[in-house]
């Protein structure tokens, strides 16, 4: 089973290393491909550092177009969706999140926090179609072209498309993890509007016309 991660990244360079250390050895991944998503620091750099094949969008094109551009620099089967900003990540989650698929018990896994700190696990149970953790077999992506428009609605554009084609879809709990939020990573103001920024753009992509049922 050859399955390719995708990561995109934007700005990401303190917090991608944990990410990537988590996954170097892992034998269950064919290989590691981070985004570039137009940052303006060394997030490109660090990833070629951990022998990542690395894609440079020219501009920040939003997570949707990168995580489009990272599947299509890849002919695996299977991809893998990592956010660059988790904390905690282990070898053990990436196999949890692959393991139902492997056993064809579904077609995508989508993992949820549990047991990392009050506030992402709270926006997890409450929005699991949110979450950027996800095993995907690669023709649905094929199906979405779409999501290059998504922007931050590329999860919620994914589940979507799965409930109303009927994917089957396995909810995966990964102990101990979470991730950097907004307020930490650009001070508690720019956070926030960031944060309404990205809610708005979830917002939007309800309004993105998903493909008919094939």
């Known amino acids: 089973m050859r399955v390719a991660t995708v990561i ?3 700005n990401e360079e303190k917090n991608l290393p944990q990410v990537l250390n988590a996954i170097k ?3 269950d991944l064919t290989e590691v491909i981070v985004v570039n998503d137009g940052s303006s620091d060394r997030t490109s750099e660090v990833a ?3 022998g990542c094949k690395v894609i440079d969008l020219p ?4 997570k949707g177009a990168a995580v489009m551009a990272g599947v299509k620099a890849t002919d695996a089967p299977y991809i893998m969706l990592l956010d660059a900003d988790l904390i905690g990540l282990r070898p053990d989650h990436i196999r949890s999140l692959l393991e139902p698929v492997k056993q064809g018990r579904a077609e995508m896994t989508i993992g949820i926090f549990k047991s990392g700190r009050a506030l992402t696990n709270l926006s997890q149970r409450l929005t699991p179609f949110l979450n950027g953790q996800r095993v995907i077999k690669r023709d649905i992506f094929q199906k979405l072209p779409v999501l290059d428009i998504s922007r931050y609605g590329v999860d919620l554009t994914i589940s979507r498309y799965a409930k109303k084609t009927g994917i089957k879809v396995a909810r995966v709990e990964l102990e101990d993890i979470t991730q950097v939020m907004k307020e930490e990573k650009l001070g508690f103001v720019p956070g926030l509007i960031a944060r309404l920024k990205m809610y708005w753009e979830v917002l939007l992509s309800l309004n993105i016309k998903l493909p008919p049922h094939p």
Do not use: H, I, Q, V
């Open 8 to 10: 995109p990244a934007f």
């Open 59 to 62: 501009s920040n094109l939003g």
């Open 48 to 50: 070629k550092g951990f």
């Open 25 to 27: 050895d892992c034998r």
